[in-house]
């Protein structure tokens, strides 16, 4: 019964404090999940899906699980996709199902600037049956749904070894809504390739997540690749006040290490593996991440681009 109330606890605070995003560790491997812009990037029909088990052990932990899909038609020049994500804490879970559109600028030779848009449903669910209470009358006894629209927004710039990419998502606004309404959320990813050798690549990169009401938080990432197969790194998160002042206690800071690798099995075959280990008062529990990804190509003759680094 203690978990249950404390599961809620965390809940409201999160939806009262904002960052409310299913969290990732292998958004590097696609980025659609958080800029609608990254669709149809690699130019081939790419299926990624993943679970997510977040705190392992405790019951009512979150856990997340998602698929995605995407493509290119009129000559490569836009990206087409779809992404339906799962996202479960205790007694609440949010489902979301977008479709993603991309319109790809070639700016020169080795350059390619994209603008992205993703209208989606967005369903919240509250199982209050879960809680076991049934004599509180503002916990409700049954399953409680909302479903509301939403839209993504991003642009995403990349070259042979450079990439970029801005996104905003929660940006329909429902003041009228029973429960507490997400903020909108920004999302600014960075990274280069650095060629070491023929056969080892250098990738570190950045992704900054910003509400403007809760603190910012940054993940700094670093990974080699060996023989264009073999990915493997480390991803530093931590919150930090940037737009406010508000003191960060131990949950707001989420302060985290992940370990991170991928291997490209086939030419259209790929796995990831990712672990998480907080750094708070929450090091005892620990997050796995699994991830397929599959390339569907058109041709026989189709290479991968370089975007396969992004």
């Not at 559109?101 to 199982?127: C, R, T, W, Y």
């Amino acid at each position: 019964m203690r978990i249950c109330y404390l599961l809620l606890a965390l809940l409201l605070t999160s939806a009262a404090h904002a960052q409310q995003n299913p969290q990732y560790s292998q958004y590097i491997f696609n980025s659609m999940s958080i800029n609608p812009a990254y669709t149809g990037s690699k130019n081939v029909l790419n299926v990624n899906a993943f679970h997510r088990s977040q705190w392992t052990g405790v019951e009512g932990a979150p856990s997340t699980q998602s698929l995605a899909v995407d493509g290119v038609m009129a000559n490569d020049r836009i990206g087409v996709g779809a992404n339906v994500t799962r996202d479960e804490i205790g007694a609440h879970s949010t489902t979301s199902l977008y479709g993603n559109i991309a319109v790809k600028l070639q700016v020169s030779e080795n350059a390619i600037f994209s603008l992205g848009l993703a209208p989606g449903l967005v369903q919240h669910m509250v199982d209050g049956s879960k809680f076991g209470i049934v004599d509180d009358p503002t916990i409700p006894t049954g399953k409680e749904t909302t479903i509301k629209p939403d839209v993504k927004v991003g642009a995403y710039f990349h070259t042979r070894n450079f990439y970029a990419g801005f996104s905003a998502t929660e940006l329909l606004q429902f003041k009228d809504m029973e429960q507490v309404e997400p903020n909108p959320h920004y999302f600014f990813t960075a990274g280069y390739v650095f060629d070491v050798s023929p056969f080892v690549k250098l990738k570190p990169s950045v992704l900054v997540k910003e509400d403007f009401h809760a603190p910012t938080n940054m993940d700094v990432n670093a990974f080699i690749l060996l023989g264009d197969r073999l990915w493997l790194g480390s991803s530093y998160r931590t919150s930090m006040n940037v737009f406010n002042t508000a003191e960060i206690g131990d949950v707001e800071k989420r302060t985290a290490v992940a370990f991170i690798g991928e291997v490209q099995v086939l030419k259209q075959l790929r796995l990831g593996y990712s672990y998480d280990k907080m750094l708070n008062g929450y090091s005892n529990q620990s997050t796995h991440e699994v991830s397929v990804g599959y390339y569907f190509f058109r041709k026989k003759e189709t290479k991968m681009l370089t975007p396969q680094y992004f």
